[in-house]
């Protein structure tokens, strides 16, 4: 499956971005998550969104971000808000399957989009 973000840009603190990522094929199988590297850090994990609808966050994004997934538009999204300086990263879209199809199974990546938060 190919993923393709989208959604990324300029805001200033406290104010909000929705971030979307595309999958070029059913994404019923797939668990869905984002990621996000900042200059000079490792990537890290943001929020993720299982097959069965469980979700986890990062204690950083807590209460702020909602990840949210419209598997018959194979999308999943990131609502971000009250947004701080040092959630500014590139944010990269996950998926992990296919579950349907234990012996194909493993990670895909999107190609990212960036997030700057001015203060």
């Known amino acids: 499956v190919q993923l393709q973000a989208s959604g990324g840009g300029l805001v200033q603190a406290g104010g909000s971005l929705r971030l979307s990522c595309a999958a070029s094929g059913s994404t019923r199988s797939y668990d869905m998550g984002w990621y996000r590297q900042a200059p000079g850090n490792e990537r890290e994990l943001v929020a993720t969104l299982s097959l069965g609808r469980v979700t986890y966050y990062a204690d950083s994004v807590k209460g702020r971000f909602t990840i949210s997934r419209d598997d018959a538009k194979n999308t999943v999204y990131l609502q971000m808000n009250s947004l701080k300086p040092e959630d500014t990263a590139v944010y990269y879209c996950?998926?992990?399957?296919?579950?349907?199809?234990?012996?194909?199974?493993?990670?895909?990546w999107g190609q990212g989009t960036q997030v700057t938060v001015s203060s």
């Open positions: 996950y998926a992990r399957g296919p579950y349907s199809d234990l012996a194909r199974m493993r990670a895909y």
